[in-house]
C-alpha cells in the first residue's frame, strides 16, 4: 500500500507540473493572440485609411478627366501671321535663292525661287510659302 500512495504522489506531482506547464502555454498562445488582435486593428485602421485615399484620388481623377473633355471641346484659336510679298523676297534674296526686285509681287521668278529653296530644305518644292516653308524662311529676314 505504501508503494501504491508514493506512486499516485508522484503521479499527482507530474500531473499537477503538466498543469502549470500547460497554464503557461495557454497565456502564452493567449498574449500572442492578444498582439495579433492588436495588429488586426492597426491593419483595419490603415486599410480604411487607404480606401478612403483611394477613393479621393479617383474623384480627383474623374474631374480632371472631365476638365480635360471641356477643354477638348472647345476650340483653340490659333493665331497664323501670313508673311507679306515683301517679306519672302527679302529673305530669299538674304538666303541667296532671289535676284529680282522687291515689289511684294509673287511672280514666277520668286515662285521659282521658293521651290529651289524648299528643294535646299529638303521640303515638298510646291512653290507655296506655307507654316514649314515661312518657318525655315524667316530666319533669313533680317
Known sequence: MKKFIFFLAIGLLVCGCATVERDEHLASLEQELFQLQQENALLRKELTTTERELATT?????????????????????????????????????????????DGVIGAGTKRAIKSFQKSEGLNADGVVGSRTWERLREYLN
Open 58 to 102: 479617383e474623384r480627383e481623377l474623374a474631374e480632371t478627366e472631365e476638365e480635360l473633355e471641356v477643354l477638348k471641346s472647345k476650340p483653340v484659336k490659333v493665331e497664323v501671321k501670313l508673311p507679306t510679298g515683301r517679306q519672302i523676297q527679302t529673305a530669299l534674296r538674304n538666303a541667296g535663292f532671289y535676284r529680282g526686285k522687291i
